[in-house]
């Protein structure tokens, strides 16, 4: 059976970071407007104060993602980005780059192949609200 | 050179986190199987309490990471997770975030192209042992 | 449209971690060398004390990500690792498990899909300098 491709992109408005969003529904949603079956998804946040992972996206677990993730990269530290740009996003460059920016996964049966508590979600570290594209590439068979 | 698909999962038995398995033999055996001996493999975890990276695996830097997987997000602190669930196991979903749960690993001449001392480790960050499925998806050429 | 491989290794020479180099241009120039004009490129850094991600490549950020991978794992803290090869690397091995060793970044248009001020690093994690080795693997249409 021939692999196929299918490539589009996602926007998301996030709050001032760290403020996660929950993708999943948004991707499962390419995956089935796409005539991809079986194969893989790798989506990448587009520009360097933003992430990509997965987490069970209950109210409690993303506050305590949000503080590990603050402590990571606290603001208001003495960055040496500030000292050229004055911007207020020292961390927030220092905790993307930790995070990292893309993610893969399974798409199985027509669906994304996560656990019943897990969700991919974006993530914004940057000082001020963002709206973020995900490029998404799947590749697979029917 | 038509280009192929390869898909398969792993199950693998993990002790109470942080717990760190040698995946690479099992990874390498799915290469073998399947047809494809140039292209990329991609590994998930499916849970929101699992991920995966490279280590050397040895016992001294097991420990080394297990360590600082704990000081990542250490156990027993006040996590909002443990007001609603009171599983335990807040720590958990922030390190398996953090760390995140897939990983590329190119497939060259028929085999993983690691490096001599670089495994491909799957970690369990729950509180309780846990049997881990890991999605595997090959792309490539033979 | 068919889908195509392309893959292909790139060396780059790093300095005492953590060392941070900007390898956006040699990644570029392999998505111009392939058929590929949309797509997903793969990219994983070969061997056990390296790791790959995006940032803004700004020398006062590359100073605030150092200093934070550094604080992820500190040298001189008394390693494991250290107790059975003494090689004095064991911060090294932690901090390059942490952020991992692969990366996925979307080809559009005949290019890497990123945001303006963001850039795929290599990073050498270990005490001496070393060379090292990226494989890459871009799949997709013409």
Redesign the interface.
């Known amino acids: 059976?021939?692999?196929?491709?299918y490539?589009e992109a996602i926007t998301i408005d996030l709050d001032i970071g760290p403020d996660i969003c929950d993708i999943t529904a948004e991707l499962d949603c390419l995956v089935e407007k796409s005539p991809i079956t079986?194969?893989?998804l790798?989506?990448?946040i587009?520009?360097?104060t933003g992430s990509l992972?997965?987490?069970?996206y209950?109210?409690?677990?993303i506050?305590?993602?949000k503080r590990?993730?603050t402590m990571?990269?606290e603001p208001g530290l003495d960055?040496?980005?500030?000292?050229?740009?004055n911007d207020g996003n020292?961390h927030s460059?220092?905790q993307?780059?930790?995070?990292?920016?893309?993610?893969?996964?399974?798409v199985?049966n027509g669906s994304l192949?996560?656990?019943t508590?897990?969700?991919v979600?974006a993530i914004n570290h940057d000082n001020r609200p963002r709206s973020r594209n995900i490029?998404?590439?799947i590749?697979?068979?029917k």
């Open positions: 059976m021939s692999v196929l491709l490539t079986k194969g893989n790798a989506a990448t587009v520009g360097s992972t997965t987490i069970e209950e109210p409690g677990v506050e305590d993602l590990a993730i990571l990269a960055y040496e980005h500030e000292k050229a740009w020292g460059h220092v993307a780059a930790m995070l990292g920016p893309s993610i893969c996964i399974p199985r192949k996560l656990g508590w897990q969700q979600v490029e998404v590439t590749v697979g068979t």
